[in-house]
């Protein structure tokens, strides 16, 4: 639970500058939790897979941002997968326009 906390106020320090880059950081600091720790802190994933000795939890994120009268509305989307191993986060992979931190 230390470690929880440990990981919520890391979060919060690295919510400055929203970039790829910081989003990449803040991944970095789930990985050698726990998978309970990790719904814990990010809910129910969207999707589970597994295979062997390894699961793969992840998470979806959309937003549709207004456009100006006459424009097209523009959707973003972030998708992030945990790979976890004996029940450890072990890395993680992301893919979107909006996974920025």
């Known amino acids: 639970m230390k470690r929880t906390l440990i990981l919520l106020i890391a979060a919060v320090a ?38 062997g000795d390894r699961k793969f939890l992840t998470y979806s994120r959309f937003v549709t941002v207004p456009a100006a009268q006459g424009s097209i509305e523009n959707t973003k989307s972030c998708q992030t997968t945990f790979e976890v191993e004996k029940g450890i986060v072990i890395g993680s992979t992301w893919k979107g326009n909006a996974c920025k931190a």
Not at 27 to 49: C, K, R, W
């Open 14 to 51: 690295l919510s400055g500058c929203a970039t790829t880059s910081g989003y990449e950081k803040k991944l970095a600091l789930f990985n050698g939790i726990s998978e309970s720790d990790l719904i814990m802190l990010l809910g129910t994933p969207h999707q589970v897979y597994e295979t």
